[in-house]
């Protein structure tokens, strides 16, 4: 099974910050990357799929870099509404594997 | 306007059994794979498991695999997911997602519990 490995695992920023966070796959995945945004209660909401493309609605401060094993989620410019956590998930093989998570504060 | 409501959650004790089902509208059901993702609590969240859009295809995760059973109906846009020999750890808001895009419903609680 391909292992995710997401840092940090938790992050306190302040509002208008550059926020990163980080995926590693145990194995090569090419960008068979989504990443997710999940705050309670809700549905999760896709924000970058294949690594690196902004889903549809999604603002542009929102980005996704990355090919291979190592992968950056970047938020340019933390809004308030941004607190939640954040999940990578790799779909290369089966089983697909989420990342741990990041849950995301507001400073 | 795609929608994905999930049923069948509820309280049932270890080793049971519980059907999950998820009523899929506003799209063609019929040619979209389709997940089952869980979050126990306090936890993140989990990969259960995939249908290819013909019901041909399907995996599991390890943890799920020979207790759990994935199906569609496509002419009823129905998905469900059969969960037998239910355990503790089980316990989670079980979504149903479509290909993993932007589509998932709202969740259905499952508590495996004496």
């Known amino acids: 099974d391909i292992q995710m490995t997401q840092s940090p695992s938790s992050l306190s920023a302040s509002v208008g910050d550059r926020v990163t966070i980080t995926c590693q796959a145990s194995?090569?995945?090419?960008?068979?990357l989504n990443w997710y945004q999940h705050k309670p209660g809700k549905a999760p909401k896709l924000l970058i799929y294949d690594a690196s493309n902004l889903e549809t609605g999604v603002p542009s401060r929102f980005s996704g870099s990355g090919s291979g094993t190592d992968f950056t989620f970047t938020i340019s410019s933390l809004q308030p509404e941004d607190i939640a956590t954040y999940y990578c998930l790799q779909y290369a093989n089966y089983p697909y594997t989420f990342g741990q998570g990041t849950k995301l504060e507001i400073k | 306007e795609v929608q994905l409501v999930e049923s069948g959650g509820g309280l049932v004790k270890p080793g049971g059994s519980l059907r999950l089902s998820c009523a899929a509208s506003?799209?063609?059901?019929?040619?979209?794979?389709m997940n089952w993702v869980r979050q126990a609590p306090g936890k993140g969240l989990e990969w259960v498991s995939f249908i290819d859009n013909t019901g041909y295809s399907i995996h599991y995760a390890d943890s799920v695999r020979g207790r759990f059973t994935i199906s569609r109906h496509n002419t009823k846009n129905l998905l469900y997911l059969q969960m037998n020999s239910l355990r503790v750890e089980d316990t989670a808001v079980y979504y149903c997602a479509r290909a993993l895009d932007s589509y998932w419903g709202q969740g259905t609680l499952v508590t495996v519990s004496s």
């Open positions: 194995q090569d995945i090419r960008d068979y």
């Open positions: 506003g799209f063609t059901f019929s040619s979209y794979s």
